[in-house]
Nanobody, 124 residues
Framework: QVQLVESGGGLVQAGGSLRLSCAAS????????MGWFRQAPGKEREFVAA????????YYADSVKGRFTISRDNAKNLVYLQMNSLKPEDTAVYYC?????????????????WGQGTQATVSS
């Protein structure tokens, strides 16, 4: 089993920044993909960004391209989501997820492990 714990959420004004962290523990794997998803009130959970552990390939939702950056620290089993130029519509619970699959892994069903989520709220 892989355990994922998110942190770093909070309240920020529009235009501000937050950095989310995801700590992986348990039977972690050296390859595969880590992803971030988010769910806003009354909406479906949606893909935000993904990163391969080994090759560093990254993928982003169009809505966050140029504003969010996903990165990793393999030695510490940490994945980050740096969120800049935040907008009120970025308000959501953000979830970290992991899968052994590689490539363009953007669908929720392709991920095997999930964290509990961290709330990020952007005020206007």
């Amino acid at each position: 089993q892989v355990q994922l714990v998110e942190s770093g959420g909070g309240l920020v004004q529009a235009g501000g920044s937050l950095r989310l962290s995801c700590a992986a523990s348990g039977r972690t794997f050296s390859s595969g993909t880590m992803g971030w998803f988010r769910q806003a009130p009354g909406k479906e959970r949606e893909f935000v960004a993904a990163l391969s552990w080994s090759g560093g390939s990254t993928y982003y939702a169009d809505s966050v391209k140029g504003r969010f950056t996903i990165s990793r620290d393999n030695a510490k089993n940490l994945v980050y989501l740096q969120m800049n130029s935040l907008k009120p519509e970025d308000t959501a619970v953000y979830y970290c997820a992991a899968t052994r699959r590689l490539g363009y892994v953007t669908r929720q069903a392709m991920y095997d492990y999930w964290g509990q989520g961290t709330q990020a709220t952007v005020s206007s």
